[in-house]
């Protein structure tokens, strides 16, 4: 079993910043690949990014490519997101998830993940 907090949600303008960060326990976290997932009202929940379990490789939804990283501190059971030139439409609830496969294939949708935590509001004002 995992369990997956996210933290770091709020309102920011247009143009800022925020952080996300999800918390891992249960299962060694080193050994499982992540990914943040959105999903905005009335839509269906969208990939964002991935990172495998040592964090060498990531990938990225077109939309925040060059906007958003998605990191990782193994040491800490941590996994990040940092949101830099935030949109409007970047306004959704942000879920982290796990996934326990082991492959270096990159991850996009939500049926290859195992876990999810609650989700954390992210609101992007014009």
């Known amino acids: 079993q995992v369990q997956l907090v996210e933290s770091g949600g709020g309102l920011v303008q247009t143009g800022g910043s925020l952080r996300l960060s999800c918390a891992a326990s249960g299962r060694t976290f080193s050994t499982y690949a992540m990914g943040w997932f959105r999903q905005a009202p009335g839509k269906d929940r969208e990939f964002v990014a991935y990172i495998i379990w040592s964090g060498g490789s990531t990938d990225y939804a077109d939309s925040v490519k060059g906007r958003f990283t998605i990191s990782r501190d193994n040491a800490k059971n941590t996994m990040y997101l940092q949101m830099n030139s935030l949109k409007p439409e970047d306004s959704a609830v942000y879920y982290c998830?796990?996934?326990?496969?082991?492959?270096?294939?990159?991850?996009?949708?939500?049926?290859?993940?195992?876990?999810w935590g609650q989700g954390t509001q992210v609101t992007v004002s014009s």
């Open positions: 998830a796990a996934r326990m496969l082991w492959s270096l294939a990159t991850a996009r949708t939500e049926d290859e993940y195992d876990y």
